[in-house]
C-alpha cells in the first residue's frame, strides 16, 4: 500500500462526519501501486478480514466495496462471485460505486498506530497531521501496530520506515510474531 485514510463514503449527506454522518458508511480508503499488488489482491485481503457472510442495516456500519470503474466492478463481482462458490456461503458485502469519499476527522486516522506504544514518536516524524495521513510509512505502522504482518516481512521492510534502534525494538514488540 501506498497510503490509507479513513473517511466516509456511499452516502448522500454533505459534508458527513462521525457525529452526522447520515447514510454514510465508514470505510478505509487504499492508494496502492498496482505493479506491487493488483486489485484482485487487495479483494482477497478484504474477504479475509471482514464478517462478508453478515449485513447490518445500520449504514455507517455497512460491509461494502467501493469502487471507482467499470474494471474494478466486474473483478469485486467476479470475486465475490468465486468466493461464494469456494465456500458455499452467500456473500452479503456490498459492491457500490465511490461517488464521493469524505476523509474522517484527525482522531481516527492511523488510529491504531496513536494508541500504540509508538504514539510518543509521531511528532517526531510528523509536523502537520496530514503528512500523517499521507505517509506510507505510517501506513505500514499503523497495520502492524494492528498486529497485522509477520515479523518476517517487517524484518525486510524495517529500514524503510525511518525509524531509529529503539523505535525498532518498540515495533518488533508490537508484531512479535
Keep these: 500500500m501506498i497510503s490509507t485514510r479513513v473517511g466516509y463514503a456511499g452516502g448522500s449527506t454533505n459534508a458527513p462526519t462521525y457525529m452526522r454522518i447520515g447514510d454514510h458508511t465508514e470505510t478505509v480508503q487504499v492508494d ?12 482477497d ?5 471482514h464478517a462478508y457472510t453478515r449485513q447490518t442495516n445500520i449504514p455507517q456500519y455497512k460491509n461494502a466495496i467501493f469502487y471507482h470503474n467499470e474494471e474494478q ?19 452479503q458485502t456490498d459492491i457500490v460505486p465511490v461517488q464521493s469519499f469524505t476523509l474522517a476527522e484527525d482522531y481516527h486516522q492511523k488510529y491504531l498506530l496513536k494508541h500504540s506504544a509508538l504514539n510518543h514518536f509521531l ?26 504482518g509477520s515479523r518476517e516481512q517487517l524484518l525486510r521492510e524495517m529500514h524503510l520506515l525511518g525509524l531509529d534502534d529503539a523505535q525498532n525494538k518498540v515495533l518488533e514488540k508490537l508484531v512479535g510474531k
Design 32 to 43: 496502492f501501486d498496482p505493479e506491487r499488488i493488483t486489485y484482485r489482491q487487495l479483494l
Design 45 to 49: 485481503i478484504l474477504w479475509d478480514s
Design 73 to 91: 466492478r466486474q473483478q469485486a463481482v467476479a470475486s465475490k462471485n468465486a468466493l461464494e462458490q469456494r465456500t458455499g456461503k452467500t456473500v
Design 123 to 148: 511528532n517526531t516524524f510528523y509536523e502537520h497531521h496530514i503528512d500523517l495521513i499521507h505517509s506510507t510509512a505510517a501506513a505500514r505502522l499503523n497495520g502492524y501496530a494492528g498486529g497485522n
